[in-house]
């Protein structure tokens, strides 16, 4: 597998988006708290631009010790994007998809060579 250029480290601020292609394949690149994330931009639902919508923070719900609801609240450090065709959520760290955690999304390894940003496909 190669390398492929994706831009510059300035280009990709904390929280941002990018989408790229490399060959026939269309990837969305995030950065969220320092650390890139790279997956196809191929929804595996009907195959939607699956990192093109949202992204919100995972809603979790706290338990009681009897596991009673305590309410739903966003999580303060984990992230999801959702595909804007249908609504399938994946989870930004893994690309499982929140719904059916079998499905995945193909996930592509982000290098940083000083600012020089690439993915490797």
């Known amino acids: 597998m190669a390398e492929q250029f994706v831009g510059r480290l300035s280009e990709f601020t904390d929280g941002s988006r990018q ?29 939607g631009p699956a990192c093109e919508g949202l992204t919100i923070a995972k809603v979790e ?8 609801s305590m309410g ?24 499982e998809c929140i719904s059916d955690r079998k499905l995945k999304l193909k996930r592509f390894d982000v290098v940083q060579k000083g600012e020089d940003v690439y993915v490797v496909a």
């Open 72 to 95: 739903l609240f966003f999580s303060e450090k984990d992230m999801n994007f959702v595909c804007p065709w249908h609504g399938y959520e994946y989870d930004m760290k893994t690309g």
């Open 19 to 47: 989408i790229v292609k490399i060959g026939n394949t269309e990837v969305g690149i995030f950065r969220h708290e320092g650390e890139f994330f790279a997956y196809s931009n191929y929804c595996l639902h009907q195959g």
């Open 61 to 68: 719900e706290l338990l009681r010790e009897d596991k009673t």
